[in-house]
């Protein structure tokens, strides 16, 4: 073999090792393995905290009209704007019995009415619970809400209801069909609108002592009422 030949020989061998040691930096790493990645071993990112609860202003003081439910005396009331017919509102119906039982005499329950105008049984179902108020009081009002929310809103029902939960027949049937509450079912609303309310479940939480109120609107985890309420107790 001439020189030449072994000439070409060892330039091929250098370009090679050139090449070879070029993919070395490029790649970051040994040839043909893959660099590992900038973000395998960074920290997960933080969750972060849900936004406070937006407060609610005008909001109706609550008074003997009110119908309450649980201590009358509890630091922290829960307001609840709410349409009998409303599926929201039914889901919402556990999650404020939960809360009635979890914090005892430090919370109450106001509830007031929101029917909305695409629901066809819930101006009729709401005046049908204040007749039932009129009829029996605080307490008829409470069982005829329930009845209400566990069987569904009905027009066809709400004498039925009436009568399950011992009323007199006749009576609530007058005075559902006077029509004697239609207005005050339209305050309840107007001045939940007032307020800040704009669907159902609207819930407004109050802190007695200090009158900070906030809102929560919609049927949500009794998690994000407990939130809310154990920073005012």
Known sequence: MNNNTWFGISMALVGVIVGFGAATVIEGGPAGLPSPSPSANAPAPTP?????????????EVTDRDHVRGNLNAQVTLVEYSDFECPFCTRHHPTVLQLLEDYGDDVNVVFRHFPLSFHA??????????????????????????????????????????EEIGLNKAAFETCLNSDKYAQYVKDDMNGGSRAGVSGTPGNIIIDNDTGETRLVSGAQPV????????EML
């Open 48 to 60: 972060s905290a849900p936004p406070p609860a937006p407060t609610a202003d005008n909001v109706p």
């Open 121 to 162: 049984n819930a101006q009729k179902s709401a005046e049908a619970s204040e007749c039932a108020n009129e009829l029996g009081g605080n307490d008829a009002f409470w069982e005829y809400h329930d009845i209400l929310f566990e069987n569904g809103a009905d027009v066809a029902q709400l004498s039925a209801y009436a």
């Open 223 to 230: 998690d994000n009422f407990k939130a809310v309420i154990d």
